[in-house]
DNA sequence: GTGTTCGGTCAACGCGTGTAGAGTGAACGT
DNA sequence: ACGTTCACTCTACACGCGTTGACCGAACAC
C-alpha cells in the first residue's frame, strides 16, 4: 500500500493472498468460524471484501486455506513405547508454540465444537491418524481405545492451556506442564499389556 | 397444543417456559451459540419467536437458562487423595451421561470455545472452583497446576468423547474409560508431593 | 357480568452477512 | 505502441438474524 514499487503481478498476488490468509487464521483462530466475516478479514487485510471471494470462492474454502497448514504429527511414528507419551504431548503444543504453524493450529481448534466441517477434520484427519500410529506402537488389547485416551487429555490440555486461557495453565511454563502431564500419558500407554 | 382441557395461567407458563428452555438446551448443545436462533428455538418449542423475547429478554439470557442447570461438582471437595483422582473423572461425565442434566452440560461445553460469555463461565464458575478444591487436596509445590491439568484432562477426554464424537471414545464403554483415564489422573496428583 | 391481567401471535424494523456482477486501471505479451 | 489480461474495487442483492410494539383472546379478580 505505502510500498509500490513496480511489484510484479504475480508477487502482488501473493502477498495479497497471503495477506489474507494470514488476516483469517487471526480470526478464525481468535472467534472461531461463525464469528469471523470475511468483511472483517478483508479490511484486516486491506483490501475489498469482493477480492476474498475471488481468490477463494467463498467462506468455507477460505476457513479450508486458513486452517489447512499447522496440524502436523511427523515424527510420532517411529517412536518406541516409551518415548511415545511425551512425544504425543509435545506434538500438539508444537504447533501452538511455534509461531508460524500457531494460527492454523488455532483456528482449527476453535471452530472444532460449533462448524461440522472443523469438527471432522480434527477428527478424522488429525485425530484419527495419530491415534492409529499410537495404537500400533502400544500393544494390548485396549490400544485403540488408550491411543484415544491419550489423545482425548492432549487435546484437552491444549485447549484449556491456548483457547481456554485457564490462568494456571496459561501462565505455566510449557516444560513444567509437560513434566506433570507426561507421567499421566505414560500411565495410559503402560498399565495395559 | 393438542391437549388444552382447562389450563390454569400459571401451568401454560410453567409449561411454556419449560418447552423453550428443553429446546433451547437441545439447539445450544448441538449447534453451539451462534448457529442456534430464537426462531429455530422458538419453532421446535411450538411457539412464537417473540415470546422467547418476552420471557427471557434476549438471546444471552435464554442461553444462561439453558447452560446454567448440570454442571455441579458436588462432593469432590470431601475426598482423599486418592480417591480424588476418579471422583474427578467421574464428575464431569456424570453430567453427561444423565439425561436429564446432559442439556445444559453440552450447551455450556459446545460454545465455550467461540462464546465469550461461555467460555468465562466455564474458566471461572467451573473449571476454577474444581481445581481450587482439589488442589486443597493435593498437596506439594504444584498443586494448582497438577489440579489445572487433571480439569484439562477430564475435559479433553469429555469433549473427544460427548462432543467430538471420536468413534473409538463414543463407542467405548464409560467404565472401560474411567479404568484407562483413573490411573493417568492418578498419575498426576500423585508423582509430586 | 364486567373490567383487567396476561400468555400468546403478527407484522415489521434495522442490521450484518455471504455472495454476484459490472467496471477500472495498471502490468503484461507481442 | 497496443490490445489483452488480471488484480482489484464498487454497488447491490437477497437473506436470516435479534429485537420491538401493537394487537387478540382466554383466564382471572371482583
Known amino acids: 500500500m505505502v510500498e509500490d514499487e513496480r511489484i510484479s503481478r504475480a508477487d502482488r498476488r501473493r502477498r495479497t493472498e497471503e495477506a489474507i490468509v494470514t488476516a483469517a487464521r487471526r480470526q478464525f483462530g481468535e472467534l472461531g468460524y461463525e464469528r469471523t466475516s470475511i468483511r472483517g478479514v478483508a479490511a484486516e487485510a486491506g ?9 477463494f470462492g467463498n467462506k468455507e ?3 479450508s486455506a486458513a486452517a489447512s497448514a499447522g496440524v502436523g504429527l511427523e515424527a510420532l511414528t517411529g517412536a518406541t513405547t516409551s518415548e511415545l507419551a511425551r512425544a504425543a504431548a509435545a506434538h500438539l503444543f508444537a504447533d501452538f508454540e511455534d509461531a508460524e504453524r500457531r494460527g492454523g493450529a488455532e483456528a482449527l481448534l476453535r471452530s472444532c465444537l460449533t462448524h461440522p466441517a472443523a469438527g471432522a477434520v480434527l477428527r ?3 485425530m484419527a491418524p495419530t491415534q492409529a ?3 500400533a506402537t502400544i500393544g494390548g ?3 485403540e481405545l488408550r491411543a484415544a485416551v491419550l489423545n482425548a487429555c492432549t487435546l484437552g490440555v491444549t485447549i484449556a492451556r491456548y483457547l481456554l486461557e485457564d490462568p494456571v495453565l ?5 516444560t ?13 500407554v503402560s498399565t495395559g499389556a
Chains 1, 2 share one sequence.
Open 47 to 55: 483490501i475489498d471484501p469482493a477480492l476474498v471471494m475471488q481468490l
Open 61 to 63: 474454502a477460505l476457513f
Open 124 to 126: 478424522d484427519q488429525v
Open 133 to 135: 500410529a499410537v495404537a
Open 141 to 143: 488389547d485396549d490400544a
Open 170 to 174: 496459561a501462565a505455566a511454563d510449557r
Open 176 to 188: 513444567d506442564v509437560e513434566r506433570i502431564l507426561g507421567p499421566a500419558l505414560e500411565a495410559i
